[in-house]
């Protein structure tokens, strides 16, 4: 009930492109869902986040889409770039257990 | 601003050698400290984190241990390595109200 279920494991994707990733979980106690992004040897940034009062949020080039009844929420790169190739984790926590429970990631290419 | 700084970069120590990685924050005060660890094509673990001064919460029974010595300083230490301690050793932060966190650029560690 802990685990954050993430696809594809990989992704390629042209220039210009839509780049979809989907994450889901079964505890419905999680109430904050945060996308990091990782390059090669770096440490993950936070990209964008949700909590489950929105079902959609928009920041720049990236959107989460969230499904609170599918327990499902997943991230949109649009007009993905060369420079967005990276290793991307979904994950959940519940507020005031200092945790997060990650996905087990997406490597997204974007081909030039 | 606040920054994280994580120490080494990289490490390569023998089997059965012990271990102690090291975390500092500035810029902020009694932050939460967690130490995640992230096996090659697998998402993040969190092995501890602490909400204080000498307060530890290890989330995995394994080989490794923690401790905070001073408010902002959190350190990950093994008296023996095995060859499957061997990983991204990934320090975060946060502040104590929420549950974003922040990570440091990682640790590559290889036990040989």
């Known amino acids: 009930q802990q685990q954050v279920k993430q696809s594809p494991q990989s992704l390629i994707v042209q220039k210009g492109g839509i780049s979809i990733i989907n994450c889901a979980y079964e505890?419905?106690?999680?109430?904050?869902f945060p996308w990091y992004q990782q390059f090669p040897g770096k440490g993950p940034a936070l990209l964008i986040a949700?909590?489950?009062?929105?079902s959609e949020k928009k920041e720049g080039r990236f959107t989460i889409s969230f499904n609170k009844s599918a327990k499902q929420f997943s991230l949109h790169i649009m007009d993905s770039q060369p420079g967005d190739s990276a290793t991307y984790f979904c994950?959940?926590?519940?507020?005031?257990?200092?945790?997060?429970?990650f996905g087990t990631g997406t490597r997204l290419k974007v081909l030039a | 601003s606040q920054t994280i700084h994580q120490w080494p970069a990289t490490l390569v120590q023998p089997v059965g050698s012990p271990l102690s990685l090291e975390c500092t924050v500035e810029g902020t005060s009694n932050p939460n400290l967690y130490w995640y660890r992230q096996a090659a094509g697998r998402g993040l673990q969190l092995l501890f984190y602490?909400?204080?001064?000498?307060?530890i919460s290890s989330e995995v029974p394994q080989n490794l241990s923690a401790s905070r010595p001073q408010d902002r300083q959190f350190i990950l230490s093994s008296k023996k390595l095995l060859l499957s301690d061997s990983g991204f050793y990934l320090c975060a932060w946060s502040y104590q109200a929420s549950t974003e966190a922040f990570f440091g650029q990682g640790t590559r560690l290889t036990v040989v």
């Open positions: 602490s909400v204080g001064i000498g307060q």
């Open positions: 949700i909590r489950p009062d929105v």
């Open positions: 994950a959940a926590s519940t507020s005031g257990t200092y945790k997060y429970i």
């Open positions: 505890n419905t106690a999680f109430d904050y």
